[in-house]
């Protein structure tokens, strides 16, 4: 199956992603707006269809490398990213909230091709094995205490490679201006779904710990990418368990409430909060 054939299969099942955990547990009526009334965006970001188009380039280097044995050019790259980002600005009705290291569409496609081109140069995979790129996977959940529920939680891996000892480490790519802090990295809970997806589906023992490695894409004006690394164990994978659940109760109860905080700046439902 291809991996558009069985993100559609997911949605013949009750499920819950990471994604929308976050939004939940960051605002939950952000999450009503968003996946319960399935309200039409206000606004987006640059930054979500900029980050789109970098994802679907660097996923092209990734699958070449893997199937053909050879990394695609710089220039094929570029121009995925800059075809990527063109159709998804075409194609929108919403108005589109540019930032101050992209003000307009000209300075975006330029940061684009400027982070691509310091991926390109100092991405290394030596002694690292490319298991698979954009793996979907989904799990069933169950409680801390292990009791079966009736969702599943889905999430698509973006590259999960082997190193020399035969250990799984799995690369999540994100776009980003500040660096990360280690703390941020240890407590980020995208990380510790997809070690619950991984365990899951038998990548690795139950009891075992998964290996993490953030590639930061830094829009700095001489863009670079920085590596941070971290780590999740099954303790780590039973609290994810339990916080699962427990947004899965609060939507279940119609807890939706604001919550105010640096992302309501570019939030997609601002002025439906407003008028809440």
């Known amino acids: 199956m291809t991996k558009k054939q069985v993100l559609e299969s997911f949605n013949n099942e009750l499920h819950i992603s990471h994604s929308q955990i976050f939004t939940y547990l960051n605002c939950s009526l952000k999450y009503y707006f968003q996946y319960v009334k399935h309200r039409s965006p206000e606004r987006i970001s640059i930054a979500l269809p900029f980050g789109s188009a970098i994802h679907s380039a660097i996923e092209m280097f990734y699958r070449a490398l893997k ?4 990394a695609e050019t710089l220039d094929a790259i570029c121009e995925r990213f800059e075809d990527c980002l063109s159709l998804d600005l075409d194609h929108t009705d919403v108005p589109v909230i540019y930032k101050k290291d992209m003000p307009d569409r000209d300075s975006s496609i330029a940061m684009g091709k400027a982070i691509l081109k310091a991926f390109y140069e100092t991405i290394d995979l030596s002694g690292l ?4 790129v954009e793996l979907p996977l989904s799990a069933t959940l169950y409680t801390d205490e292990g009791q079966l529920t009736d969702f599943k939680l889905i999430g698509v ?3 999960l490679l082997m190193d020399e000892n035969r250990e799984l480490i799995l690369v999540d790519n994100k776009t980003c201006a500040k660096p990360m802090a280690q703390s941020t990295a240890d407590d980020d809970n995208q990380m510790t779904a997809y070690s619950y997806l991984l365990a ?3 990548y690795v023992f139950p009891t075992s710990p998964v290996k993490f490695r953030f590639d930061l894409l830094r829009k700095l004006k001489t863009p670079k990418v920085q590596h941070v690394y971290t780590s999740r164990t099954a303790a780590d994978r039973k609290r994810f368990a339990r916080i699962s659940n427990a947004v899965l109760a609060g939507i279940d109860a119609q807890i939706f409430m604001p919550a105010r905080s ?4 570019d939030c997609s439902h601002s002025k439906s909060c407003q008028t809440w």
């Open 67 to 70: 199937n053909k044995g050879r």
């Open 129 to 132: 094995e490319i298991v698979d």
């Open 157 to 159: 891996i973006d590259l």
């Open 200 to 202: 899951s589906n038998k």
């Open 262 to 265: 640096w992302m309501c700046s």
